[in-house]
Nanobody, 119 residues
C-alpha cells in the first residue's frame, strides 16, 4: 500500500556533511508527519527528527543545531541535512511516514540507509 525509500547514506569524515532523502508513495490519503530515526546494534531505535504536515519540527538533543529536517510536499519527500557529523552519528537511518490509508492511520518504514562517520 505504501512504499518508503531512503537514499543518500554513505561514508563521511568527522565534521563533514550528508543529506538523506526519503520518498513516500502508494495509496496515501493524507500525511500526518514524516520522521527520521536511527539505530545501532544493541541500542533502541531513537527519533532523530520529525516534521508534521504543518511544518512543525522537533529534534533529538544530540543533533539539535546540526541536523535540519525539511519536506517537499509536492514530491512526498522528506530530507535530513546533516552537518558537523560526529562518529557517534554512525547508525542505520530509517525514514518513517505517518499516514492515513484506506485501511487506517499507520506508520510505514523504509529499508534504512547506513551512515558511517569515520576518519
Amino acid at each position: 500500500q505504501v512504499q518508503v525509500v531512503e537514499s543518500g547514506g554513505g561514508l563521511v569524515q568527522p565534521g563533514g556533511s550528508l543529506r538523506l532523502s526519503c520518498a513516500a508513495s502508494g495509496s496515501i490519503l493524507s500525511f500526518y508527519a514524516m520522521a527520521w530515526y536511527r539505530q545501532t546494534p544493541g541500542k533502541q531505535r531513537e527519533l532523530v527528527a520529525r516534521i508534521t504536515n504543518g511544518r512543525r519540527t522537533n529534534y533529538a538533543d544530540s543533533v539539535k543545531g546540526r541536523f535540519t529536517i525539511s519536506r517537499d510536499n509536492a514530491k512526498n519527500t522528506v530530507y535530513l541535512q546533516m552537518n558537523s557529523l560526529k562518529p557517534e552519528d554512525t547508525a542505520v537511518y530509517y525514514c518513517n511516514a505517518d499516514v492515513l490509508t484506506v485501511v487506517a492511520r499507520g506508520d510505514y518504514w523504509g529499508q534504512g540507509t547506513q551512515v558511517t562517520v569515520s576518519s
